[in-house]
């Protein structure tokens, strides 16, 4: 990943046409569509204000696809070839500065970020998930259900525990759970263990490309979880690891074509947000509180993303609230969420 800005050059544009919006400009965007030098979120927002046949600003749909890949440490990942992040970073919002959960491992780390509560909260302390409160504090999909269950949520993954209770007690049940409940409008769940990291992650992402071809989804969460097993299997951050997080890389890519390609984007507010639950150590392990581990990036790509202040002190919990916050769902204080939007003053 190359060095990012997280101010893009659209800034202008995309902010005149979320406003009063002068006809004039309107043709300028108009006449430019198709022009190589609009890009990204200067695209988005040219095929947004272009989508009303009369000159005015269409009300998109917002829709938020939230990518998390597993282990994956800034600093090796801008070392790592990853063309398809680049892009979503240069026309979008990054940090590789913002702060996961003590302690940093998977279990209590995603919990935090889908949840946006911190584990003192969601109860979830290790990767047993004992404890967890899910009940009260579920996952952004499920508070989506929740407040408008007319949308449409997805969740795709290979980590079995995200979505699989199978092997827990009734009692452990009694905190909720998984974190991506059955009652979501679909699920694909994988075991990358049986097939393969690699494998798996290709798999959900097919078939999350062909949910974003052939449904209208609204909200979707796409794990990733080959860079963490094969940075555990080697027990190394070295060449194999960094395949790995170049191959999630083209992935994410897949996604972000599919997105494009949807037949209705012209009318749809896209959010992409893109980060991961922990870093690691040198040896392939992560747990603790160093820099190392606790480090993490997020990316952001849409058109919200041009009027979006600096990251500031970005943390795990904010992905969960920015997507509620960009699907235009009110935080209810009553909720105690402790993340905070990234589009906002902070
Ligand atoms: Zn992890």
Known sequence: MTAAVHRPASHVERATCRGTIGSGLVMLIRAS????????????????????????????????????????????????????????????????????????????????????????????????????????????????????????TFAALDWLPLADVDGLSLAELDGGGPVLPASLDTRVVLNGYDLGWAEADAQLTAQAVGHLATADPDAMFVYLGNPDEISHQHASIGTEYRDAIALADLHVGMLIDAVRARPGYENEDWLVLISTDHGRLADGNHGGDSPEEMIIFILANGPVTATWPPPGSAVIVDLAVTALDHLGIVIDPGWDLDGRPLGRPR
């Open 33 to 152: 569509r198709g022009v190589a030098l609009l890009r990204g979120s200067a695209l988005a927002a040219a095929l947004l204000c272009a989508a009303s046949p009369d000159g005015a600003s269409a009300q998109a749909t917002p829709k938020v696809l939230l990518i998390g890949i597993d282990g994956v440490r800034p600093d090796v990942l801008a070392e790592v070839p990853t063309p398809n992040m680049d892009a979503l970073a240069a026309s979008g919002w990054y940090t590789a500065e913002a702060r996961t959960t003590t302690p940093s491992v998977s279990g209590p780390s995603w919990s935090s970020m889908l949840t946006g509560v911190w584990p003192g909260k969601h109860g979830v302390t290790n990767n047993s998930f004992t404890g967890r409160d899910y009940d009260r504090w579920p996952s952004f999909l499920t508070r989506v259900e929740r407040q408008h269950p007319e949308l449409n």
